[in-house]
Nanobody, 115 residues
Framework: QVQLVESGGGLVQPGGSLRLSCAAS???????MRWYRQAPGKQRELVAL???????GYADSVKGRFTISRDNAKNTAYLQMNSLEPEDTAVYYC??????????WGQGTQVTVSS
């Protein structure tokens, strides 16, 4: 069992930046790490992922603005978000995936982009 705790959300003006962290209770070195987000009234969507080997993937809507990374020594994954837009407002969730049946979720952190 791996517990995930997200942090780093908050209120930011358009064009600003935030860095989200996802701290795990155990080793994540063999897990693919993913960030999802869910805006009010919308389905949860995959924002970014990083495999255990370090391969990256991004939703088209965040390419060039968001960067996912991981520090296995700290059991932590990150999401650097730059040039934030009001459309990025959502609850952001961290997901650790080992297999289809072995994956864990954090509780989410709110990101609000507003002037």
């Amino acid at each position: 069992q791996v517990q995930l705790v997200e942090s780093g959300g908050g209120l930011v003006q358009p064009g600003g930046s935030l860095r989200l962290s996802c701290a795990a209770s155990g080793s994540i070195s063999t897990y693919a790490m993913r960030w999802y987000r869910q805006a009010p009234g919308k389905q949860r969507e995959l924002v970014a992922l990083i495999t255990s080997a370090g391969s990256l993937g991004y939703a088209d809507s965040v390419k060039g603005r968001f960067t996912i990374s991981r520090d296995n020594a700290k059991n932590t994954a990150y999401l650097q978000m730059n040039s934030l837009e009001p459309e990025d407002t959502a609850v952001y969730y961290c997901n650790a995936v080992l297999t289809a049946s072995t994956n864990y979720w954090g509780q989410g952190t709110q990101v609000t982009v507003s002037s």
